[in-house]
T-cell receptor, first 115, second 114 residues
Framework: AQSVSQHNHHVILSEAASLELGCNYSYGGTVNLFWYVQYPGQHLQLLLKYFSGDPLVKGIKGFEAEFIKSKFSFNLRKPSVQWSDTAEYFCAVNAQEAAGNKLTFGGGTRVLVKP | DAMVIQNPRYQVTQFGKPVTLSCSQTLNHNVMYWYQQKSSQAPKLLFHYYDKDFNNEADTPDNFQSRRPNTSFCFLDIRSPGLGDAAMYLC?????????????FGPGTRLTVT
């Protein structure tokens, strides 16, 4: 079974600061990787995803993530955050060869951007 | 806009009193999922439907049941809610069964058990 860990539960930073959220997964096979975001009072939305190819993927709202296979990591980055990036961020994986498209989520990181 | 809708957004029930949560989708997706998310925890998959085929996760309590009468609707029934079942319940859909399809989430129903 796969598992996902997110290193930081809470992150507080000021506008224009750079953001990096860590995500590590454990699984012996090939995975698809996702970052979802949940803004206050809203539903989970997909930020970006990685299936194969270029390990640096770009998502919406200026976010990007880098897949490092040797480290089983998929860290999320944004060079300069805005107040509107205040949200909870979830890393998730599923197994490429398994039917069911079942996502395993990390515990989430709450990000607070101070104006 | 096509979307995943959950009703109600907030539900209060009494200990042991059956409750049903509703999810509908306008995306015409084949797969529908129910997740449970407790405070400060990751969403945890309870079960999913591929079309009418029901798939239960091994550790989902028997207290939780689901129905999918048609493509658009899916229900989560909690037969005898306990205090430990208080959580956010998330419905999600995906176009198909392989891991290459994004899941689309509804806003969730927050269940309180008194």
């Amino acid at each position: 079974a796969q598992s996902v860990s997110q290193h930081n539960h809470h992150v507080i930073l000021s506008e224009a600061a750079s953001l990096e959220l860590g995500c590590n997964y454990s699984y012996g096979g090939t995975v698809n990787l996702f970052w979802y975001v949940q803004y206050p009072g809203q539903h989970l939305q997909l930020l970006l995803k990685y299936f194969s190819g270029d390990p640096l993927v770009k998502g919406i709202k200026g976010f990007e993530a880098e897949f490092i296979k040797s480290k089983f990591s998929f860290n999320l980055r944004k060079p300069s955050v805005q107040w509107s990036d205040t949200a909870e961020y979830f890393c998730a994986v599923n197994a490429q060869e398994a039917a069911g498209n079942k996502l395993t989520f990390g515990g989430g990181t709450r990000v607070l951007v101070k104006p | 806009d096509a979307m995943v809708i959950q009703n109600p957004r907030y539900q209060v029930t009494q200990f042991g009193k059956p409750v049903t949560l509703s999810c509908s989708q306008t995306l015409n997706h084949n797969v529908m999922y129910w997740y449970q998310q407790k405070s400060s925890q990751a969403p945890k998959l309870l079960f999913h439907y591929y079309d009418k085929d029901f798939n239960n996760e091994a550790d989902t309590p028997d207290n939780f049941q689901s129905r999918r009468p048609n493509t658009s609707f899916c229900f989560l029934d909690i037969r005898s809610p306990g205090l430990g079942d208080a959580a956010m319940y998330l419905c999600a859909t995906s176009r198909d069964y392989t891991g290459f399809y994004e899941q689309y989430f509804g806003p969730g129903t927050r269940l309180t058990v008194t």
